[in-house]
């Protein structure tokens, strides 16, 4: 072990310069690459927002004009005797508690009920069976499964709620946003990151009795308006009579069209931005690979003295294995040092970028591909035929 | 017997219709505290022969015993093992880490030893007119000065055997001669050498001189 470690260091330190640019180079390419894998990532995870809506039988209205509370889907329903089984809601409200006041997003039931969204911990509204606490789902890690806190309204009646579940900030909630013709609308609408506090119920028919008391009208109304309402039907039959009847004051567009406009945006970002990614790995790969493998070929003369003078074919792959590793972990290294200057991190990466800990990891272990596979090769010819012939023939 | 070769062939590039036989069934016997030159023109297949008896190499048929043992059957690392605990090697290019000092490459096969080493870097080199430099560069040292360092690591490990590829074929006539007197020494105190060599002077100080040509040896 002595030998390995001794003999790694030697050979940093003969090519220290080149090493150096090699770290270098490694942190620059583990910056790029957590840009692309990040936006891929990010692009990934905005597909789960089709699956929210997955076999809902649904219609997205959006009025034409959205500063008018007049013509609010419910009107519409009732001056045609329209068949809708229920509208779905997201109210945005400011709500006090400890003398703090919250942004926050109010679900009715029609969304509580068919509307998956991905919890980083805890439980969705329809798992909670306690009637004693209003449940809210915390947002931006606002506060902690279990938290309790006492909701205030405006006559300063106190309710307590308790954090039953938590959505992660690179995920998504659900949020109605004004939005343009049948061919460009896409579910990524109604997909925001999260910018409240918390989530609570809206005017919850099935959620605990203290809920029903809970008088939102006196909470402060932070709404910019009516921007748009999710219409679920009973079948996909009654959508044609709905949509004539809905056409008149705005746009309706089925679910189902939106979530393939949406398919097809993501897919066509994932293919851009995989090209690219891909081209970029070549290139580095073949940078760092070829700055690489002239290391191991001029170090060739080293690892044939170390075999001479005792070490195994184990113990020079493992000098080599060393080598590469100590290299890409120091470049790896360098990358997280920069990524916290916040001024480089701004420069380089857009808020369309979702990096974690597992991008990070996806990076290292691209680096390490590239140095195992050129390391490998290397090793791999050192086992073959003699050590000195080798030498000879570089001689 | 110590080192004791059976009919061994060595062949290179393999089944194409380049093939070259190097070795051609040779049989060779060393004994203990022997001084053996091997001579022959280039390409005769001196250090391969060299390479095979030093371990660093393996023969394509017949047997090597060394110590009574068949080293055909044994793993790469007790192979490594044996190189490093009972063979020094000399080469005619040094064979150092230039970039490293003296002190460093004379200890290098220490670091890769399964046993304690009780020889003093320091002794061997006062013993070699290396002391001084110990801590310099050996890409900075003379060629009779980095053949001295190479012999100090030859002995380090305080192995038995010596091979020596071409020992003075990159110095000069006095520096030759001070190497090949160390040689001489180390043979007296009971290490056994095995030299490759084109120069006949060099190869009359040895006790045997055997000469190779067109695989066999004679």
């Not at chain 1, 405006?154 to 579940?165: H, M, Q, R, T």
């Amino acid at each position: 072990m002595k030998g390995i470690i001794i003999c790694t260091a030697d050979l940093i330190k003969k090519h220290i310069k080149q090493n150096i640019v090699l770290m270098i180079q490694i942190a620059v390419t583990i910056l790029i690459f957590l840009g692309f894998i990040g936006k891929l990532q990010y692009i990934s995870s905005k597909s789960d927002i089709a699956e929210t809506f997955n076999s809902s039988k649904a219609l997205y209205y959006t009025p034409f004009s959205f500063t008018s509370q007049d013509i609010t889907a419910e009107k519409i329903i009732k001056d045609n005797s329209l068949d809708i089984l229920e509208i779905g809601c997201v109210n945005h409200m400011v709500i006090k508690s400890n003398d703090n006041l919250y942004l926050c997003l109010g679900y009715n039931d029609a969304i509580i009920e068919r509307c998956n969204l991905k919890l980083s911990s805890g439980k969705w509204f329809d798992e909670y069976d306690k009637t004693d606490a209003i449940p809210i789902i915390s947002l931006n890690n606002s506060f902690s499964l279990n938290d309790t806190l006492m909701l205030e309204d405006n006559n300063g009646k106190k309710y307590e709620a308790v954090v039953i579940g938590s959505i992660s900030p690179d995920d998504y909630v659900i949020e109605f946003n004004h939005s343009g013709n049948k061919n460009v609308m896409s579910i990524e609408f109604f997909a925001q990151k999260p910018q409240s506090a918390f989530i609570v119920p809206y005017n919850s028919k099935k959620l605990p009795t203290v809920t029903d008391d809970f008088d939102h009208k006196h909470l402060i109304d932070d709404s910019p308006g009516f921007v748009g309402e999710l219409l679920f039907c009973k079948e996909k039959s009654d959508n044609v009579t709905i949509e004539k009847a809905f056409s008149e004051y705005g746009e309706i567009t089925d679910i189902d069209q939106m979530i393939e406009n949406y398919k097809r945006d993501i897919k066509f970002d994932f293919i851009s931005n995989g090209i690219i990614l891909f081209v970029f790995t070549l290139l580095t790969a073949a940078g760092i690979g070829g700055i690489n493998g002239m290391q191991s070929r001029l170090d060739r003369r080293n690892y044939i003295i170390y075999y001479m003078l005792g070490a195994n074919k184990k113990e020079c792959a493992a000098i080599e294995f060393l080598r590469m590793f100590s290299i890409a972990t120091t470049g790896f290294f360098i990358a997280i040092f920069l990524y916290n200057v916040s001024s480089i991190r701004n420069l380089l990466y857009s808020s369309e970028i979702m990096i974690n800990i597992s991008t990070f990891c996806l990076s290292f272990i691209y680096i390490l591909f590239i140095f195992c596979i050129v390391s490998m090769k290397y090793v791999i010819d050192l086992g073959k035929g003699s050590l000195i012939d080798h030498y000879k023939n570089q001689e | 017997m110590p080192i004791k070769l059976t009919n061994i062939s060595k062949s290179f590039n393999g089944n194409s219709s380049n093939k070259i036989n190097v070795l051609k069934k040779i049989d060779l016997e060393i004994q203990d505290n022997d001084m053996v030159a091997i001579m022959g023109r280039s390409g005769a297949g001196k250090s391969t022969l060299l390479n095979i008896i030093g371990c660093l190499d393996s023969p394509d048929e017949g047997e090597y015993l060394l110590d009574g043992q068949d080293i055909s059957k044994l793993s790469n690392s007790n192979l490594s093992n044996l190189r490093n605990s009972k063979f020094g090697f000399i080469m005619q290019d040094f064979a150092l880490i230039e970039d490293e000092t003296v002190r460093h490459n004379i200890l290098l096969p220490t670091y890769f030893s399964r046993t304690k080493i009780n020889t003093s870097c320091e002794d061997l080199a006062k013993k070699l007119g290396i002391y001084k430099l110990l801590d310099t560069k050996a890409s900075l040292l003379s060629g009779g000065e980095k053949q001295r360092t190479a012999i100090a690591r030859a002995i380090i490990n305080d192995s038995k055997y010596i091979i020596a590829d071409e020992p003075t074929g990159a110095l000069d006539s006095v520096n030759a001669e001070m190497i090949m007197n160390i040689i001489s020494d180390l043979h007296k105190t009971g290490k056994t050498i095995i030299i490759v060599t084109h120069d006949i002077i060099i190869a009359e100080k040895c006790q045997r001189v055997l000469t190779i040509s067109d695989g066999h040896l004679d």
